[in-house]
């Protein structure tokens, strides 16, 4: 096996390479670190690589080669980590120069879970400052640019996470996803993204943004892979309240038995307004799950129209609460020069936050004000709870859910970081999952036609932890080649 040919290994091939002993953990790690340093320099994907501690851990699982130990699934398996998630003596900055400096004492569970099961983490990666964004533009350090196409954004906010699985300089990456952040850079990049049923992955060492929709979740380049690190991350956590005690089933098990028989709901109110390029692709998608024996049939979810709004109410409120912790007393950055406290948090906040943050925290305590909560807040929870009914409904009657991931593939860096609102209108098939609670998934489904021949990502959602059956539907159309078998190019 040539070096080269490392970087391209899925999980589930490393595990093989390491048992058939054609190479080490400490060779594949090195690997991925030489393309890192070719590569990145171009893409940007890391904010900070681990390279010392990387190799600690490949050496570790070498030794336990040697050793003759059981390989758990994960072991010398290099994954990159969005900097959002806490990576105990590693810099951690949530793209933001708030935490320029910022080490924390203490890695998050997933960290800890993944790093249990042999992983190996390469660094910390690129992402919307405090997961923010549609783009990774909003990262106080420098954008990522999309690998399939340089002048392009990667999505976001996990955007670095995608990136770096998408040009080989990680094997698979965490993420996380709070209205999209997973399943859209997942889309741009063409690449796989996860987000499992709310409660599903624990939150502990996850930088807060809006802590009812905040999630952590798996990219890869399969969606085995996915369902190897998902399983390793899952679980009922002690340190994070809101973790579900629902047992994990082992999702890479049932991967291979079908969707013969299963029904698959297509929600209109997903289509309309769509770029037709995606249209025509989910459309074949949707054509070749039925080719795969499932039974297609529409279904309603009639208040889709208002979660793009419902999402940045309660989003912005929680947000607006979560980042009063960074305050130059608690943590991170401090403004120099002033006069006195107020002076001081004054300064902090303007100095340490960017713009979308700031307009994020001010919309917030708007609608969390006396007199506004009423009217914005309030009502926002009511029609989060609408939303969540028209899932719960539709599940009444279909196995799982296809739309597109994103209305447009991605677009070019600087076209729309001028235009708030557009950014956020771009959000509109992923957030209604988030307020509902329901695992959803990203898959690629073949590229736009028109050059430069774009990636297009197929969402799939199912019922509250039916995470394997998602997985099952995401795996049957994997494997039947996805649109690039049969598509037009
Ligand atoms: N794009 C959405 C936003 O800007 C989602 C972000 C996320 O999921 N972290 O809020």
Known sequence: MTSSDLTRLSAEQIHEVLIRKEASA?????????????????VRAYL??????????????????????????LAGVPVAVKDVILTRGVRTTCGSKMLEDYVPPYS???????????AVILGKVNCDEFAMGSSTENSAYFPTHNPIDLTRVPGGSSGGSAAAVAAHLATAALGSDTGGSIRQPAAF???????????????????????????IGPFGRTVRDVALLLKAIAGRDPADSTSADVPVPDYAATLEDGVQGFTVGVPKEYFEGLNPEIGDNIQKGIDRLEALGCKVTSVRLPHTEYAVACYYIICTAEASSNLARYDGVRYGFRSADFKGLREMYRKTRDAGFGAEVKRRIMLGTYVLSSGYYEAYYHKAQQVRTLIARDFIEAFDEVDAIVTP???HPAFGLGERIDDPLQMYLGDIYTVTASLAGIPGISVPCGRTRSAPHLPVGMQIFAKHFDEARLLQVARAFEKSGGLENGSDQ
């Open 108 to 118: 998050a569970t997933a960290v800890d879970r993944l790093e249990a099961e042999g």
């Open 48 to 73: 900070t690589v681990s390279a010392e501690r990387a190799l600690e851990q490949a050496k570790k699982v070498d030794l336990r080669i040697a050793e003759g130990g059981r390989l758990p699934d």
């Open 405 to 407: 991931t994103a209305p």
């Open 189 to 215: 990049c063409g690449v796989m993204g996860m987000m499992g049923t709310y409660g599903r992955v624990s939150r502990y060492g996850l930088v807060a943004f809006a802590s009812s929709l905040d999630h």
């Open 26 to 42: 400490e060779e594949i790690c090195r690997e991925h670190l030489k393309r890192i340093q070719q590569q990145d320099p171009e």
